[in-house]
């Protein structure tokens, strides 16, 4: 991929919660960092991230969780992603993720896990050197 | 007063700029004390009732709920037997958003964040024991709202409690959650319409009843600033109340049961004021405005609490301190209700242990710190009756300015609002990653080599969301079928004819109709809310630097 296309990121809310102030403010970092970005908004299911990262032709597909069902949710689309020929994009997560949980978000295929308290400019310098 | 030039300005968060020293002069160039009244009088600057705490201190209500109603049950009983006088409803998401737990939807996310409802069977179930009359309910539910009221006053009525007698408060503020929490389910208009049902339901056939508590906390939470959150709150109780009058319902029926929810994390001073200044801007509002004539209809009643934004997750037990901070800008400033987010609520949902100590927080005010004692302690401070008059012309400009663009319905409804939080919460995150805006423990004062001490998690037990599921399915094969389905067609028919819905809600949930079902068929005539995605505000404004 030429270097001179913008990244293209879609971020999605999975699930049910509402919680998207933190979403909102990564998208912000994201588009100043110089990044195209999708936002899908609220309620997300497996399937609809999917759909729109196919049809967004993205590079990363990044997750906001905030409510505590990341990993029954995560579990659900990784199988999905890579059926959908989506398993060689960079794939991260963030918000409320608690420690004893990343390992497994990782094992999962989320490269990038981004607990509460990360700084911007760190997830858009993950995305910069890890993206597919 | 005449600032020293050495001195670097300093604004608060709503951007007003604070002196090193205030005296009379200040409080009479701020528009002197026109609007400060007496406690118990108009405009109610300093409190809604004449002899305040001295004479009922602040209610003690804990957000909580999770699992089951069973669950949930034992720890409302807790929070009684420990000394709590209300009780706050934490529901799950699936019931939040009007799904049943056995909806594809709802998996990972049963009894999550809160207590699972699906049908009266579970609100028997986890107020079992509970005396109504003594312990007032807090409903925290917006999207499904009238079908949780309906449910509430539905099991209230069958355990022979006196419907004209009964009190407690729903949140039901859905224009709150379009900005920020997003519980929705449909689409603007029809949401305020089912508002106003349940205010016009309420007031005939629970007048004590509190049917909404319109929050500014969650358009705090969401990136406003301490003035926008109350001016924007005061524009969508004024949607609510239009709702309401253009129905023919006169202001002085409905306008005693408004209620409000504020945060209070931030400045101690600019929270104070923020309170004052509020109560006597919504009492000019309801007096000059709407033509209120009873005092109650003037009243801000206000839960103040949460403070959730303030707190961190770097070193948890800091948060302690935070909140008995915050607890003592909500008992200053005069809030009928308290409650507090717990030291670990960054992490998890609340271990009775802390729990416990945010309780205690609040009753040590009481008990101890002599906050009861006074009525509007800090009244007759140069500093505080200059801010809250200038917190109150701050709010008034921005209700003219949201009022000019069209309205605070139309600003969210085109996802302006939300695009304009979010700007200033992006702004803000940029602030306390710089240092700009101080946070302890975050951007100084880290312990960074130091293990952070361990926060107890909260289980998430997959048997109680199976058990949650098979409790709804024997639910549905011991209800009466055919009344359920002539209830939910008239749910329907009600919702497409215009009528008032709630009695038709009413009749289905004691037919033990879910809330799921009778959500998909509202949603059938309504639609469902879609977000105006909107990323065009920017905020360049320099917070206190």
């Not at chain 2, 400045?267 to 709407?290: D, P, T």
Request: with cysteine.
């Amino acid at each position: 991929m030429s270097q001179n296309k913008p990244i293209k990121v879609v971020l999605a809310k999975p699930g049910l919660d509402g919680h998207d102030q933190g979403a909102k403010v990564v998208v912000r970092a994201m588009m100043d960092a110089g990044f195209d970005v999708y936002y899908t908004g609220l309620r997300q299911t497996p399937e609809q991230v999917v759909a729109a990262a196919l049809r967004e032709k993205a590079d990363v597909i990044a997750l906001s969780s905030m409510a505590g069902s990341h990993l029954p949710f995560c579990t659900r689309l990784k199988p999905l992603l890579e059926a959908a020929g989506l398993g060689g994009k960079l794939w991260i997560i963030g918000g409320n993720l608690p420690a004893q949980d990343h390992d497994a978000l990782r094992a999962l295929g989320f490269k990038g896990v981004f607990q509460t308290g990360s700084k911007l400019d760190a997830i858009c310098d993950f995305i910069k050197a890890n993206r597919p | 007063m005449k600032r020293d030039d050495e001195l670097r300005p300093v604004r608060n968060e709503s951007g007003i700029e604070i002196q090193p020293l205030y005296s009379a002069a200040d409080v009479e160039a701020s528009g002197g004390i026109a609007m400060l009244g007496e406690p118990g009088e108009y405009p109610f600057t300093r409190g809604i009732h004449p002899l305040m705490y001295r004479k009922q201190p602040f209610t003690m209500r804990q957000y909580t709920g999770f699992g089951n109603a069973a669950d949930t049950n034992q720890r409302f009983k807790f929070l009684i037997e420990n000394g709590q006088t209300g009780l706050n409803v934490a529901f799950d998401l699936p019931t939040q958003c009007g799904i049943d737990s056995d909806d594809p939807q709802a998996e990972g996310e049963i009894g999550r964040v809160g207590m699972a409802v699906d049908t009266l069977r579970d609100f028997e179930v986890a107020f079992a024991g509970i005396d109504l009359d003594k312990i007032t309910v807090s409903l925290t539910i917006n999207g499904a709202a009238a079908i949780l009221i309906a449910m509430y006053l539905a099991m209230a009525e069958k355990r022979g409690f006196d419907l004209k007698r009964l009190r407690g408060t729903a949140q039901n503020d859905i224009l709150k959650e379009f900005v920020g929490r997003g519980t929705w389910v449909f689409p603007v208009q029809p949401s305020i319409r089912l508002v106003g049902d349940t205010i016009e339901y309420c007031a005939e056939h629970a007048p004590k009843y509190s049917p909404v508590s319109v929050c500014g906390y969650h358009i705090r939470e969401s990136g406003a600033t301490p003035t926008q959150e109350m001016a924007w709150g005061f524009c969508i109780a004024r949607a609510y109340a239009d709702e309401v009058i253009k129905r023919g319902v006169p202001v002085d029926e409905f306008a005693g049961r408004l209620s409000y929810n504020f945060n209070i994390f931030g400045n101690i001073f600019e929270q104070v004021a923020k309170f004052r200044a509020g109560r006597g801007l919504w009492a000019k509002i309801m007096k000059e405005e709407y033509g209120a004539t009873r005092p109650g209809s003037m009243w801000l009643r206000m839960i103040a609490g949460g403070g959730g934004g303030g707190l961190t997750l770097e070193q948890p037990e800091n948060n302690i301190v935070r909140g008995a901070y915050y607890a003592l800008i909500a008992a200053l400033s005069g809030a009928q209700t308290m409650a507090l987010c717990c030291y670990d609520e960054a992490y998890t949902i609340p271990s009775e242990y802390a729990q416990r100590i945010s309780l205690r927080t609040m009753q040590m005010l009481v008990e101890e710190m002599g906050l009861a004692e006074t009525v509007d302690p800090l009244g007759g401070s140069f500093y505080v009756e200059t801010l809250t008059n200038q917190m109150r012309a701050e709010m008034e400009r921005v209700i003219a300015e949201t009022d000019a663009a069209g309205g605070i319905v139309k600003l969210v409804a085109e996802g302006a609002i939300q695009s304009r939080v979010s700007a200033q919460a992006y702004r803000m995150q940029r602030a306390i990653e710089s240092g700009a805006f101080p946070k302890v423990g975050v951007n100084r004062y880290r312990n960074d080599g130091e293990a952070a001490n361990k926060v107890e998690m909260h289980p998430y037990r997959i048997d109680d969301a199976r058990a949650q599921m098979a409790s709804l399915q024997q639910v549905r094969v011991e209800r009466d079928a055919v009344a359920v389905a002539r209830a939910l067609a008239r749910v329907e028919a009600d919702a497409r004819s215009g009528v008032n819905l709630m009695p038709a809600i009413v009749d289905a949930v004691k037919a033990y109709a879910s809330v799921g079902e009778i959500t998909q068929r509202m949603v059938g005539v309504f639609g469902r809310y879609v977000e105006p995605l909107r990323f065009d505000h920017r905020d360049e404004v320099e917070l206190a630097a």
